[in-house]
């Protein structure tokens, strides 16, 4: 008999940390931020960005302090409208696995996975090829993932299980063809334009043609797609 799918996503507490905490956060900085630019304009010397401490230590009147406590309320719950947007709600069951983020769904079967693990705060799922088939923010600790992954018989790795075959790209070095290389290179500039939607469309690319890559910071490490 097959089990009951486990869903992994935010707590009540954590949802609701996230919902509360940057709002709650912006008002109180709203608050004290006056306060202590007061303070160090009042120490009679030279600070960088003096300019600014004034104008914040300008900010006196009740209703100049409550206009931005408002403003930096607004932008704590964008800032957790943000968070939760980015969350993926996982479900992992015998056969299948759904992914829901922000409204979008997907789902893989099974036999289409060919291994799973953790990447700083993010899921990776690779297919047989060792393709990225899928990364993102699980509302779940890693612990929580690998227990419920391994309980349901899926390929579930505490690291990336190819980590030894990764290898940093340079520029013009000489270690793939040059379409590789081609695409590196045009993804190196979307990285530093931090255009996420075009280095992940480049990655698709470079991954038809044989290899996958991996990000820290700018800099660049790939290897080969492996069959498992």
């Known amino acids: 008999m097959p089990g009951e799918p486990t869903v992994l996503t935010l707590s009540r507490a954590d949802r609701a940390w996230i919902t509360l905490g940057p709002a709650a956060a912006g008002v109180l900085l709203a608050l004290i931020l006056p306060v202590v630019a007061r303070w160090l304009a009042g120490l009679g010397v030279a600070l960088p960005f003096g300019f600014v401490i004034k104008a914040v230590a300008g900010v006196d009147a009740w209703w100049k302090v409550a206009i931005q406590a408002a403003i930096f309320g607004v932008l704590g719950a964008l800032v957790s409208a943000e968070i939760l947007r980015r969350v993926t709600r996982v479900t992992v069951a015998d056969d299948r696995l759904e992914l829901q983020t922000a409204g979008a769904r997907q789902t893989f079967a099974r036999l289409e996975i060919g291994a799973l693990y953790p990447e700083r705060d993010l899921l990776i799922v690779l297919d047989n090829d060792s393709r990225h088939m899928f990364h993102g923010e699980p509302g779940a600790s890693r612990a929580r993932l690998g227990e419920a992954f391994r309980e349901h018989g899926w390929p579930w790795h505490d690291d990336d299980p190819f980590a030894g ?63 498992r």
């Open 165 to 227: 075959l990764y290898q940093r790209w340079e520029p013009s070095g000489g270690q793939l063809p040059i379409d590789a290389d081609a695409v590196l290179t045009a993804r190196a500039v979307a990285l530093r334009k931090k255009a996420g939607k075009e280095a992940g469309e480049l990655r698709d690319t470079l991954q038809k043609l044989g290899y996958a890559v991996r990000d820290e910071g700018d800099r660049q490490f790939w290897r080969p797609l492996v069959r």
